[in-house]
């Protein structure tokens, strides 16, 4: 029974993650960011090219790491920095579009959105220097990969950031990297070129979270006084409903 359990669970837990990782790049490429291919659904609305672009990359995330508690912290982590940007999103909206009815309005948001996220990134720090390390590899790998699609794609049809609403991306990646180093957490031993991925332990306990929360609330309402300005904003959530509508109604046929 418990060798049933022990092969289940993992399972279970592996077809959660399938699925959310697939919707995620189904949407990357709906928006442009990758080749459209990767949005390709079959006759029953199933994202069959981006489910298995995910399977392939989530073998490639087994050779970091020589043990399952490093897989899976690497996989929570990502999946809370992915989840920790609605509450920058919700402050945003709240900000720039605060009048658009909606079908729920979540009550005092400005004060649970950034509990939430200094929430996420407690738990993306207490996974380990190890675990962040190769969190931000796989990141910046994918900002490569998206730079040499745009590059390949004609001007006109190029997804164009602005840089401007998120240049914020780059000193919060490199402060959780940086205190993940200065603080306690290892996260499960690996090497790059030699050298163990161990923390330095020079932050004492209780004092990283401080920290950790306090590095939070400075990135949040950076993040959030710097997003698009009103006109866009409106202009991207309207095309979002208009898609989503046509979407449901094609499904509906």
């Known amino acids: ?3 049933c359990g022990f092969l289940v669970s993992p399972g279970g837990t592996g077809l959660v993650y399938l699925g959310t990782s697939s ?5 990357l490429g709906r928006n442009g960011y990758f080749p459209k291919i990767i949005s ?4 029953r609305g199933v994202p069959i090219v981006s489910i298995g672009i995910c399977f392939v990359i989530g073998m490639l995330t087994f050779l970091p790491f020589p043990d399952w508690f490093g897989l899976v912290g690497l996989i929570t982590s990502a999946t809370v ?4 940007m609605a509450p920058l999103a919700l402050g945003a909206l709240r900000r720039q579009d605060p009048d658009r009815q909606r079908a729920y309005r979540l009550p005092a948001a400005w004060l649970l959105s950034p509990l939430a996220f200094i929430a996420a990134n407690i738990v993306i720090y207490v996974s380990g220097y190890s675990t962040i390390f190769w969190l931000l590899v796989f990141i910046v790998a994918g900002f490569i990969l998206f730079g040499v699609y745009q590059i390949s794609v004609p001007a006109e049809k190029r997804t164009i950031l602005d840089l401007r609403s998120a240049w914020w991306i ?3 990646l490199g402060a959780i990297l940086l205190i993940s180093w200065l603080g306690r957490y290892d996260g499960s031993p690996t090497k790059v070129f030699g050298l163990n991925l161990v923390s330095s332990k020079r932050i004492g306990e209780w004092y990283d979270l401080l920290i950790v929360a306090g590095m939070s609330l400075v990135i949040y309402y950076v993040a959030v006084y710097n997003s698009l300005n009103k006109a866009k904003v409106q202009e991207a959530v309207t095309e979002v409903e208009a898609e989503a509508a046509i979407e ?3 499904h509906l046929v």
């Open 170 to 172: 780059f000193p919060y």
């Open 248 to 250: 449901l109604e094609s």
């Open 23 to 27: 919707r995620l790049s189904y949407g």
């Open 40 to 43: 390709r659904i079959d006759k």
């Open 81 to 84: 920095l992915m989840y920790a």
């Open 1 to 3: 029974m418990f060798f």
